[in-house]
């Protein structure tokens, strides 16, 4: 975790310096016509980008590591503690469900761990970077870029109490489908002897569907999000160059510009 830690702040700060390097390669490199500045610059950025994406190796590599140990502890003491239960609780409860729980459920707390929690961190260092170091680069442009904030706000706020609930449904449906699929494998013999097929089949048919439901109701959820911040940091990229006949910002400051507020936006969505 350390590790991860470590490389995620590395790969923040190579990420926060590469547009830097842009804009020096076109300013007082191919716009100056000079050809040392232009290679000196070039090899920077070069050395830069292999950096970070090492880095990013490391650090995907090692939470991850972590996670599937964690995760695999998890697993095993759920396992042991259900030996511990009493006979009526499995009386009370089917057995899909407990199944979802030791697998399905403990792979999306992994997933948590593996790609959101640690992730956050270097998430907030490079935000905080980047608006800092568009300030210092232009700060007219900056305020202008920053105009994007409270729009991109208000749907992630819009959305994510939506996107929140189908996903708590989505593993509501996992579970009843796993119980039923269970309970309908272990019974198999009995829904033969009575003749129960079609019935049985429907049944599961009404929970597949539903599950599917779910799953399309977070996918729509998501779209809208992706589409929606995408649009919103394409119009404001656009309003950046508009405004740029207005005062003396270089073509490197904008492709700088350009860089940052696309790697702004990414872990805001």
């Not at 590790?3 to 390097?21: E, I, K, N, R, Y």
């Not at 948590?112 to 490079?126: E, K, Q, Y």
């Not at 049985?200 to 911040?229: G, M, P």
């Amino acid at each position: 975790i350390y590790l991860s830690l470590g490389a995620g702040v590395l790969t923040a700060a190579s990420s926060l310096l590469q547009p830097l390097f842009m804009r020096m390669l076109l300013d007082e490199g191919a716009l100056a016509k000079n050809l040392g500045r232009l290679t000196e610059g070039a090899l920077y950025l070069c050395a830069l980008t292999i950096g970070e994406r090492v880095l990013a190796f490391v650090q995907m590599y090692s939470v991850q590591v972590a996670g599937a140990r964690a995760i695999a502890a998890m697993r095993r003491h759920i396992f042991e503690f259900l030996h511990q239960l009493p006979l009526r609780f499995f009386d009370r409860q089917p057995v899909g469900r407990l199944v979802t729980r030791v697998t399905n459920d403990t792979d999306a707390i992994l997933e948590l761990f593996a790609s959101g929690a640690l992730n956050a961190f270097s998430d907030l260092i490079r935000l905080g970077g980047i608006v800092i170091f568009m300030l210092a680069l232009d700060w007219q442009l900056a305020l202008l870029a920053f105009a994007a904030g409270p729009p991109v706000t208000l749907l992630v706020q819009a959305v994510r109490s939506r996107s929140r609930a189908a996903f708590r449904e989505i593993r509501a449906k996992t579970s009843r489908m796993n119980a039923n699929m269970a309970e309908q494998v272990n019974g198999m013999t009995t829904v033969q002897a009575f003749g129960q097929q079609r019935a049985a089949a429907a049944e599961f048919d009404d929970i597949n569907q539903s599950y599917r439901d779910a799953i399309i109701r977070s996918i729509k959820y998501e779209s809208v999000q992706d589409a929606a911040i995408d649009m919103i940091a394409a119009m404001c990229l656009a309003f950046m160059v508009i405004s740029v006949g207005n005062h003396s910002a270089s073509y490197g400051t904008l492709v700088a510009f350009n860089a940052y507020v696309l790697r702004f936006f990414e872990p805001i969505a």
